[in-house]
Each structure stands twice: as C-alpha cells, then as structure tokens.
C-alpha cells in the first residue's frame, strides 16, 4: 500500500482525453464548418500556451482506522461529509485522498476574450483528463492491495470531494493541509477555492459492501445544515404523499 506519493502526468499522456473533454465541454460538432474553425482556432491557442502543461498529483493511503464516527480523521486533520453518516465505520477498509492540479492555463489579457476563454476551458479539459488517470492508478493501486488481502471482497467507491455528497467547499483546506499541497505549487484560500484554478481535490474509500455506500443521485448534492436526515424526511413525506 502507498503511504504518500507525488505523481507526474506528462501532457502527452493525457492529450487525447483532454481533446475528448474540450470538444465536449464546447459542445462542437466537428461535423460542421463552423465548428471546425472554432476548433481550429482553440488549437492555435494550445500551441502557443497550453502544449508541453505539465500535471501534478498527490496522493495519501490510510487503513480503515482513518475512517471511524462518520468522518476521516489523519492525524490532527478531520475530513467531513454529510454522506459519510450513510456509511457504517466497518464497512471501511482504506481511504485515499488526492489533490491535482494543471497549474495555470491562460493566454495573455491583450488577447481576445475568445481565446481567453478556449485557454481556460482547454485547462479544465486537461485537469479532468488528469483526474481520470489518476482515478486509473488509484484503482490499479487498490486492487493490488486486494490481491494481498486474503480475506478480499473489497470495491473501490466513486470520489467523494468539496461540491460532492454534500461536502462543503471549505474542506479543501484540510485536504490541502494533509497532502501537503504546496508541494505541486497549490494554495488554498480561506473561502475553500484553491489555486491554481484549474484544481481539484478530493477521496477514495475502499469499502467490504458496495451497496452501503451513498446512493449514486447522492453525488450531487450540494448539502444542507441538515445532512441526509433532511433527505430521508423529504423522501419518506413524499411517499406519504403518493
């Protein structure tokens, strides 16, 4: 098992996947001839700024002492999320966290909003592509521990992270703290954004039964002071209603 590691992603490696994401996020149809000058045009300004980025990734493992009272808890640091209270502290068998990030994408001010705006969007583009190898190593990691745990029978959950099952943004600051983000030039403000923008943090719990994790419509809650008890009142007055 990993203990704490610094990962680099060559932009070669991850190019394919970003042009996926870029197209996407555009919402091109290279079909179309308008779109393909877009497109064009988007590329002239990867040459000239974006081509050669670099990512950087780090990532801690702990065991299942980690996760225990419905929170994460790595030495004084603490982790929170309303959707933790769903999974009971047994079915955890290790957690890893991680933080990314594509350092700055932009073009200089002088230029066109437009191409502004393509740098900024081909830099999300890249940390999404970044953040999908990455979740590939994770699991190659995970599984390789698997196979050296004889009583096996583990899964490896979706990520949970600052926007998702209700954690709050402001839980950045301790994932900063524990992985050490300064390491791959990341700062973290008092509001939770971490910068370089194009950032992003979050965890893995490797869990004995799959179907004791938060429901997959869970992912995109924005929380409430309430927790998943607010949920489960809404849910079950709703039935009643029906």
Known sequence: MINNMRINIKEEEARGLAEEYYVRICGLDLEKEKHRR??????QVWEQGIQGISIDALVASFGPDA??????VAGDMELHCNAFAQIPDANVRGVYLYMITAGECRCGHDEPITRRLFADIWGTSYVDAGRDLL?????????????ADPSGGRYLSNCFGPGFYG???VETRNLYRILNG??????VMDSGIMLPLKTCAGLYLVVEDPDKLPAAECQACIGNPSGCKFCKLSRKNRRKEH
Request: a negative charge; glycine letters at 8%; charged letters at 45%.
């Open 135 to 147: 979740n590939e190593r994770i699991r190659q990691w995970a599984e390789e521990d698997l196979r």
């Open 182 to 187: 300064d390491e791959i030039g990341v700062k």
């Open 167 to 169: 954690m709050d943004l």
């Open 38 to 43: 877009m497109y064009q045009e988007s590329r």
């Open 67 to 72: 996760f225990r009272g419905g929170k994460v």
